[in-house]
Structures are given as structure tokens and as C-alpha cells.
């Protein structure tokens, strides 16, 4: 029996081209090429580079690849079935020659520094059932052989720098549950013949250079039962439509599609996806209106549509999504109220509407929402105070760019009714501070910056006016904006800019509030009476097109500032680029 076991070994290493050393102890297949100097013996082994000595134990050891000696290997009835040597540090590549290890079923080699091109005799190992390659350097295309294996169940080849298309004959491996070539160079299309898989069940393709239209074939047979739970094929250049047919696949718990440059519309078909978790087709171009039959998505905890051009009104029906944590419609053309039943929603977490055209009040049902610690509804056409649970739990750049919103910050305190009958109102109590110069003030409070794009108001004839404790006077026009000089004292000032009329500053608050006002040369200026007469027109006009002033001040010398609400840059460029 042992001399036809020696015969059989002789006859397999002739085929494979390798000379034999036959151990006493084990019938593992052994070079005899330096195998007392180097880890060699191992036929891909060669060429792997070592630089962390984490094989030392293949070096002069003297013993049979299964002697149970050796790290990282696995054996079976004295034959290597696994290979595991990951974050080794390992360096090199790996050649042809591991196709000689036919009992080989994991190899796992991910997060090393290996590169060159990834063996094509994998795909003719009949065991093989895992390749884990991630997080290397391998480069060259997927061998299409891979499809061959008949048992083959997971590759996952991401972050490395793989190039070239998909090969369409991976779905022949009908056992082929994972696959992930996220993070690489990859470029074409999907493969029509991966949308047809009923094995798959995770599916990452992101992060590649893919492009095309997305196959509109998947679940191709409605009889048959697809596995697909997780498909994302997010930063890529797809084009085209979003397919109809993904809403055949009704094991699919989360979908990514984000930054693409899909179009058209959200079909209606992605409400049957009872079991989706979570949905992000942010960064695209699609448009019309937020279909009615995602509130069929019972099971959604995340939904990302932020930087479309979706319009119309978010569905009341939204509050049939539960369990939705993340609701993100940053950045598209949604208008109208924001429906009251968003507040029913208890699980929400984060909800940022921020850079829409909604209108009317915030809903007081959002402030009550539990476990919401994240909101954003800055840049919209919102009016009215803002709740005071939001106001008190959230800074200002969560409503700035509403003109008419207020009560969120000590620069948009909401104003007073006034109240029957003559009164004389209490003075508020002197805050605890530092006494500051008259020209301190001024350079605290000064700065402006023009702001475009602002929504028009009709004007209003009531003035409201503050004295400071270092005298002068503020004079508001409409809008939220209701503050003294006192407030201003312990501000902090920042020079914007400076011109022949005056300069600029930015003034922050102690609440986080910005403030913008523009302080003019005193030599250029009208005089008092007159300044008042021409700054009191201009304060009450409102045109879209021309700059809002919200106040005036005028210093116990002369001083003369203009104020205005604060906007960021990044909103100018906002306007301009994209609305």
C-alpha cells in the first residue's frame, strides 16, 4: 500500500511539474528546490516576500507542510485545505502554481502587501470555497475562470487596484453568496448574468469606474426565489434610469446607488421592497416628486435623497416609516409645509431639509421627537418661531437663511405683541460684563456681507428701536432680527473686508449667533436727519434681487452701521451654481 502511495505521488508531481521528497511522516507534495533555506516547498510560496519573519516556522524546520507546524496552514487527510495569512505584511505575489494545491478550499490573504496579478489556476481548484484578497496590491483583471469553481462561495478582491470588466462567466458558480470588487479600477458594465443569480446575497461594486446603464433584469424569473440582500454600487458614472425590475427582489435589505449620474424617476416599484432597510440615491439627477409608495417601506431605518432635483411635497404619509432613523432631503426642490407627522415618527435620529423651498412653521411635533439629535432645516422659506425644544436643543445654523424664521438665537429673538392699553415695558437686567468703549462697540457689531438669492417680502412701516448703555440707537425693519447694543458687548469681531465706503466684520455672539454689519466712513456719509430719511426707504424695500437691510445704527458721534443677516460663502456659491 505505501509503495502505490509513492507511485501515485510520483505520478502527480510529474503532472504538475514539481520533483517529489517524499517524508516518512507526511504525503503532503514537497519540492525538494532549497526546502531547507526557504518556505519554497509550498508551490506558490517562492515568490512571497517575508520582511516581518511571520513564516519562520516554514524555514529549516524539517517537516511536512501538515505537520500541524507551520502557521497559517490547514490541512485535511494530510492535504493543504487552507491557506490564512493575514496582516502578515506579506509582499511579493502569488503565482500559477498554488492551482497545484487541489484539496485547497480558503484562501485567505487580505491585508498584506501583495501584488501582481491573481492567479487564474484558482479558478480550476474543484474545493475551492473562499478567496479573501482584500486590502492588498493586486492589479491585472478578475480572472473569468473563476466561474469555474464548482463550490466557489465568496470572493472579495476590494482595495486593490484591479482593472478591466467584470467577468460575466462569475455566475456560473451557483453556490456564489459574496461578492465584493468595491474600491477598485474596474470599468463597464454589470454583467446581465450577476442580475440573474439566485445564489448572490451580497453584491458591492462600489467605488470602480463602472458605467453604462444598470441591467434592468434583475429577478429575471419571478419564480424563482433571489438571495440578494445588499447591493451597492455607489461612485461609479452609471447613467440611465434606475431599474424597475429591483423591486422584484424582495430579500433586498439595503440599496446604494449614490454619486451616479442616474436620471429620470424613482419608480414606484421600490415600494414592494418590504424588507429594505436602507435606501440612498443621494448625489444623482433624478427629479420629479417622492412617490407615495415609499411609505410601503415599513422596515426602512435610512433613506438618503440629498442632492437631487426632487420637488413637490414630502407625502404626509410619511409617518408610516416607523423605524426610520435618517431622513436625509438635503439640497433638492421640495416645497410646501413640512408635514406635522413627521414628528410621529419616534425612531428619527437625524433629519436634515436643509437648502429646500419649504414654508409655513416648523412643525411643534418635531421638537418632541426622543432621540432626535441631529436637524437642519437651514436655507428654506420658513416663517414663524421656531419651537422651543428645537431652539433651546439645537445652535442657529440649523435655521439661518430663513428670513422670516425666529426665535432661535439672541439676534432673531421673535418680537412682542403689543399689549392693551398703555404700558411701560420693565427694563431688562444689565448682563454681567466688562464695560466697553463706544469704538469698541462698533468694531464689535460692524460687518456686512451682500446676500442674493433672498425670497421677497412684502415691507412693513414698524420700526422697533433699542438704546445701548453707551447710547445711540438701533433701528430694526421687519424681519426677526431684535437685539440692543448691549447685546453685542461681549461679542467677538472678524474684518471681512474693507472698501471706500467702509469696511466689513463678521460678529459672533456668545450664543453662537452671527451678525453681518457694514460700518460706514464717517466723511462720506450724509448727515444725521438726512441719513435717516434715505436709510428708512431704503431698509423697507424687498425685491429678490436686491440686498434685504434688517437695521440701522447710529452712535452717540455719528457712528453709522448697516445690518444685515449673516450667510456663509458656501451659500453663494450654492445659489449660483446650482438653483
Sequence with gaps: MKERLNELLDLRARLAGTKQLRSKDDAAILPTTDFYSSFSWLPFGHELVDPKGFLRSWNNSGIGACSGGLAGIKCARRLVIVIQLPWKGLGGRVTEKIGQLQALRKLSLHDNAIGGAIP???????????????????????????????????????????????????????????????????????????????????????????????????????????????????????????????????????????????????????????????????YNALNGSLPAALSNLSNLVVLNLESYHLDHQIPAAVNKLQKLSVLNLRNNQFAGPIPATVGNISFLTQVDLSQNKFSGEIPASIGDLPNLSSFNVSYNNLSGPVPTKLAQKFNASAFVGNLELCGYSALTQCPIPPSPGPSTPPE?????????????????????????????????????????????????????????????????????????????????????????????????????????????????????????????????????????????????????LDN
Design 428 to 576: 431688562s437686567p444689565a448682563k454681567k460684563h466688562h464695560k466697553l468703549s463706544t469704538k469698541d462697540i462698533i468694531l464689535i457689531a460692524a460687518g456686512a456681507l451682500l446676500i442674493s438669492g433672498e425670497k421677497g417680502t412684502p415691507p412693513t412701516a414698524g420700526e422697533v428701536e433699542a438704546a445701548g448703555e453707551a447710547g445711540g440707537k438701533i433701528v430694526h425693519f421687519d424681519g426677526p432680527m431684535v437685539f440692543t447694543a448691549d447685546d453685542l458687548l461681549c461679542a467677538t469681531a472678524e474684518i471681512m473686508g474693507k472698501s471706500t465706503y467702509g469696511t466689513v466684520y463678521k460678529a459672533t455672539l456668545e450664543d453662537g449667533s452671527v451678525a453681518a454689519v457694514k460700518r460706514l466712513r464717517e466723511k462720506i456719509t450724509k448727515g444725521q436727519r438726512e441719513f435717516e430719511t434715505e436709510v428708512n426707504i431704503l431698509g423697507k424695500i424687498r425685491h429678490p434681487n436686491l440686498l434685504a437691510m434688517r437695521a440701522y445704527y447710529l452712535g452717540p458721534k455719528g457712528e453709522k452701521l448697516l445690518l444685515f443677516n449673516f450667510h456663509p460663502f458656501a451659500f453663494w456659491c450654492s445659489f449660483l
Design 120 to 282: 487564474s489556476s484558482l479558478g480550476l481548484l474543484p474545493n475551492l470555497r473562499g478567496v479573501q484578497l482584500f486590502n492588498n496590491r493586486f492589479s491585472g483583471s478578475i480572472p473569468p475562470t473563476l466561474g469555474l469553481s464548482p463550490l466557489l462561495q465568496s470572493l472579495d478582491f476590494c482595495n486593490n487596484s484591479l482593472s478591466g470588466t467584470i467577468p460575466a462567466t462569475l455566475a456560473i458558480s451557483t453556490r456564489l453568496f459574496r461578492l465584493n470588487f468595491s474600491y477598485n479600477s474596474l470599468s463597464g458594465s454589470i454583467p446581465t448574468s450577476l442580475t440573474q443569480s439566485q445564489s448572490l446575497i451580497f453584491l458591492a461594486l462600489e467605488h470602480n469606474n463602472l458605467s453604462g446603464s444598470i441591467p434592468d433584469s434583475w429577478g429575471g424569473n419571478v419564480k424563482a426565489l433571489y438571495q440578494l440582500q445588499s447591493l451597492t454600487l455607489g461612485h461609479n458614472s452609471f447613467s440611465g434610469t434606475i431599474p424597475a425590475s429591483l423591486g422584484n427582489l424582495s430579500e433586498l435589505q439595503e440599496i446604494s446607488l449614490s454619486h451616479n449620474n442616474m436620471a429620470g424617476l424613482i419608480p414606484n416599484e421600490i415600494g414592494r421592497l418590504s424588507r429594505l432597510r436602507t435606501l440612498d440615491f443621494s
